[in-house]
DNA sequence: CGCTTGCAAGAGCAGTGCTCTCGTTGTGAC
DNA sequence: GTCACAACGAGAGCACTGCTCTTGCAAGCG
């Protein structure tokens, strides 16, 4: 609190406020959000956000690591609140399904195709992953209390291709596992950004909660959550 | 031959010039291709592309329907070259994936998030359900066929979300097919666009073909097809 | 008090989509 | 064959973008 800190403190609260700005952007004008209208918007001068950020890729990382978070914490919050797996991995995935609803560019951003001239920094992996490890999670809660009935093991000797992501992100589960989290979690995101991009008719309406549980409902089945 | 037709015949000739040179921009730059790029490539001032393309806009619009069908019919001829309902579908679904993996661009126009500005104008609704069409249709004639157990009827209630795809494309269908059919579809795609958008790892493999087979495969067995 | 450092502002560069105005040239009607 | 007209290419120009560089100011520290 000494004076010292004032002004890390007041660039802490700029930074934060440049990526409030930048969000609602994002929210209206999607990806192709502009720096010097954020800077406008902040009456500053374009040249300025440069002092708070690189470039703007940077930005969008920062925006990127936030939207993973949000949907992540959303996602664990709604599980947390439910006690049978199934329940959970349902809760999960319409908090995740919700948030996208509500913040659809922000979906797009994470999960939608990339940016072109962006690469994405090592540091977006981790908050990246949350979503995937609280289905594997649910999943692998499920097959420890013994919900799940035994599955046969992995046919077609792919397990090596997915050792990669085993061993990074879903250490401990047997390779059936990993696989149906995986396809599973994809399965969310395609029924997400289906819904959301409008694949085939561009009404995308909330109450079509029914076709995206039955949706979800298969993936846990396949995954032998019953 | 006519000398009248000279015109119209440069004309064509052009705009598909124009488009074959986007499309190489779009491999290399992604979806925020520059028209003036375009045009320098062609040795053509910017503002004489706007005689064949009103904008931006529209010649990404071309790219579009260019890409539903190639991918479409890409699975088509897949398709055609297999005989059981289940091949059929997974050739379709691994000429599918073999394409996006060919084009990534391309997909990403598709079937990845919008373009910011851009709205899709009615001439890319007929093309892009050409892959959703080929589904329903290996699905149903497995139904006609005999080959698919009778499967309950949905519950839930929400058959009534899926009236309005169902009535336009997917006629003639019972509606348990229909969800299937686009839920698979969405698997299709979700699986596609995360093996392309790195979601976990940017390893984008081809060898990973195990693993797309054994989502997609899942995908058959939930719709009814062994 | 003076010095350094963080910061904001402005000008400027190269690039973009798009519009407008010019000449030019092919085309169909007479 | 002539002539008016439409299609066309080129260039200038507008407003915008990301980003850099320089300049000036003021807060913080010795």
Known sequence: MSAANLRARVRAEMTEEIKKVARRHLATDGADLSLRAVARDLKMASSAVYRYFASRDELLTALIIDAYNEVGHSAEQAAAS??????????????????????????????????????????????????????????????????????????????????????????DLPPRVVADTMAAFFQLCGAVSAELFGQLNNTVERDRRGFFEYQMRSAATLAGLA
Chains 1, 2 share one sequence.
């Open 82 to 171: 439910a006690a049978a797996p199934i329940d959970r991995w349902l809760a999960a995935c319409h908090a995740v399904r919700d948030w996208a609803l509500d913040n659809p560019h922000q979906w797009a951003l994470i999960y939608g195709s990339p940016v072109p001239g962006y690469q994405a920094p090592k540091d977006t992996v981790m908050p990246a992953t949350r979503v995937l490890l609280l289905l594997g999670g649910t999943l692998a809660d499920a097959y420890q209390k013994g919900l799940v009935p035994r599955r046969e093991p992995l046919t077609g000797g792919f397990a090596d291709e997915l050792v990669p992501v085993a061993e990074t992100f879903l250490p």
